[in-house]
């Protein structure tokens, strides 16, 4: 016979696990919101809100998109790490999220601190110049680069981001010195390219296609490879002998601690957005792959890109 003490451990382990169960299936019990480490009008905010306003459909209740930029995805996650891990709060992250936690949130944060839900997405970084820009390829870019060292000034999200290390590393490959230039969104560092600031917007195709139709951008390189369709004429950088091939992947992600149960509400709420024909045209008009990880997958994939993050960080000399 179990003795007294032995009786409550085990009524109280079977009420903890009737409460967990019961908890996925009272998901969802309020609205949703879905915390943006980046400006609106970014191509992540644009995701996190494709999503959003599908997900509401699927599981009826209301589904915001909220932003919070400061320090690097810090304000985002330190918003999540203060809910209660019920799966009624999200947060979109990216490989510069796998970044940051191997430097500046290093002390802050821990991979296993977050359940990797699901990778929605992935594009190509793209190199974006004014319209009237002197440059028509990465050729001419880099060959200017090299009679002006550090002259160049390059945009884009962060410092210590996946825009900077794509950054860095291209700027190796090509042998060629420039200076980077961070700022709080892409949508930022391409106005500053508007506006004559700088003079490269290192960024996406898609946050870049209503600007190029217009004419008043252009882009210059690709890291893709092979060319895009809705960009026939743009060259990827490997045709321009700069051997770069990176793409900028977003996802989502809830607290630690989330239980099974309401993990595989949202993944099957996710896997039903993505097979909405809607949102499959979403992909396809900024010429974006659908994401290929979701649960324990999305995990593995993470966890080796965060391992692969922490060995190029040192290797800069960008860790702490």
Known sequence: MFSGKRNSKLVLTL???????????????????????????????????QVAARLEKILGKPV?????????????????????????????????????????LKDNFKFEDFVWLSQVNAEPYALVVKG????NNVKELMTY????????????????????????????????????????GAPEALAQVLGGHID?????????????????????????????????????LKEQDVDQVLFQW??????????????????????????????QKYLADGQQKPGQYSGPAFEKFALEEYEVAKKRLSQLGLSK
């Open 15 to 49: 009420c903890c696990l009737f409460a967990v169960m019961l908890m996925g299936a009272k998901f969802p019990s309020k609205e949703i919101t879905i915390i943006c480490g980046s400006k609106a009008g970014a191509p992540i905010d644009v995701m996190a809100r």
């Open 64 to 104: 915001i998109v909220e932003n919070r930029t400061g320090g690097t995805q810090a304000e985002a996650l330190s918003a999540l790490r203060s809910k209660p891990a019920d799966g009624h709060t999200l947060v979109t992250v990216t490989p510069t999220t796998l970044q940051v936690l191997n430097t500046t």
């Open 132 to 135: 009237d820009s002197q440059f």
């Open 145 to 184: 680069a090299k009679s002006n060292p550090g002259k160049i000034k390059v945009g884009g999200y962060g410092t210590g981001s996946s825009h900077h290390l794509a950054f860095l590393e291209m700027i190796e490959l090509a042998g060629v010195k420039m200076a980077w230039m961070p700022f709080e």
């Open 200 to 236: 490269v917007a290192h960024t996406t195709p898609s946050l870049a296609l209503g600007h190029i139709k217009a004419g008043t951008v252009k882009v210059v390189g690709i890291t893709d490879k092979e060319r895009l369709t809705l960009l026939p004429d743009t060259p990827t």
């Open 250 to 279: 977003r996802g989502l992600i809830a607290k630690g601690g989330t239980s099974p149960e309401v993990q595989e509400k949202l993944l099957a709420a996710l896997q039903q957005v993505y097979a909405d024909p809607s949102f």
